[in-house]
Nanobody, 123 residues
C-alpha cells in the first residue's frame, strides 16, 4: 500500500495551497481518507476526513471554513484545498486511510499513512 502526498510548499499568509494524495494497493473507494498534520514540537493532529463516498466530511475547528477535503475515487486521490493560510498552519501534512466507523478523528484508527508533505506559511 502506498500513499503519496504532494502539493506542499512555502506560501505567505493569506495564500492557498492544494494538497493531493494518490493511493495505490487498496480498494480506494472503500476507505475513509483523512488528513493530519504535525508541527515541530507538537503532536500529530487531525485536520480533516472524508467518508468513502465523499458525502460526509469532517474538519478540525481550527480549519473549518478555510480547508476543503474532497476525493476522486476514479483517480484514487484525495485532496485538501487550503485557503487563507496562516503561520499556525505550518506543519508536515499526512494523508491516511482506514476502514473506520464512527469517529474519524483518531489517528490510531487509520491503517495506512503517507510520508508527508511540508507546508510552510510565512508571516
Amino acid at each position: 500500500v502506498q500513499l503519496a502526498e504532494s502539493g506542499g510548499g512555502l506560501v505567505q499568509t493569506g495564500e492557498s495551497l492544494r494538497l493531493s494524495c494518490v493511493v495505490s494497493g487498496i480498494t480506494f473507494s472503500t476507505y475513509v481518507m483523512g488528513w493530519f498534520r504535525q508541527a515541530p514540537g507538537k503532536e500529530r493532529e487531525f485536520v480533516s476526513a472524508i467518508n468513502w463516498s465523499g458525502v460526509y466530511t469532517y474538519y478540525a475547528d481550527s480549519v473549518k471554513g478555510r480547508f476543503t477535503i474532497s476525493r476522486d475515487n476514479a483517480k484514487s486521490t484525495v485532496y485538501l484545498q487550503m485557503n487563507t493560510l496562516n503561520p499556525e498552519d505550518t506543519a508536515v501534512y499526512y494523508c491516511a486511510s482506514g476502514r473506520i466507523y464512527g469517529d474519524y478523528t483518531g489517528a490510531e484508527k487509520y491503517s495506512y499513512w503517507g510520508q508527508g508533505t511540508q507546508v510552510t506559511v510565512s508571516s
